[in-house]
């Protein structure tokens, strides 16, 4: 009879500890996600450019560049640089915050804040479409 108490004492115990590792890690998932900001935009490469239209949560509607090779902060007031003292400190005051950088078979991005990804590149072809948006690669219009 007492070994039936001890298991469900045991049963009960370790169903409360399950219970409330979920419930933290519930937590921790909302926590993460009031970090990220909701935007969607929409890359295209033209030649030797990129050009970007975003579709929502940005201050500008179109930009472009045509640095090849070399990165480019994007932030949702624009183009931006990244300063050094700030990022190492995680002061960054954008909502979000990426750089995209043009490579020989398409586009690499790097989420610096307010992105689920810290990487993130895909293959695009001369004007061809890809969306993105705060969780990654989206589907576009």
């Known amino acids: ?3 039936v108490k001890n298991r469900k004492s ?3 115990t370790l169903l409360m500890i399950g219970f409330l590792l979920a419930s933290n890690a519930t ?3 909302q926590d993460a996600n009031k970090e990220l900001k909701d935007f969607k935009i929409t890359i295209k490469k033209s030649n030797d450019e990129i050009i970007m239209k975003c579709e929502e949560g940005c201050a500008w509607l179109d930009l472009s560049y045509n640095k090849k090779k070399k990165a480019q902060a994007i ?3 624009g ?3 990244v300063k050094k003292k700030e990022s190492a400190k995680g002061e960054i005051s954008a909502k979000f915050l990426f750089t995209i950088t043009e490579t020989d078979d398409g586009i690499e991005l790097k989420g610096l804040k307010g992105t689920a990804w810290t990487d993130l590149s895909f293959s ?3 004007n061809q479409k890809q969306m993105i948006d705060q969780f990654g690669m989206a589907n576009g219009k």
Do not use: D
């Open 1 to 3: 009879m007492e070994s």
């Open 79 to 81: 183009m931006t640089k």
């Open 75 to 77: 932030s949702e007031t």
């Open 124 to 126: 695009l072809g001369n």
């Open 27 to 29: 937590i921790y998932a």
């Open 10 to 12: 045991i049963v009960t």
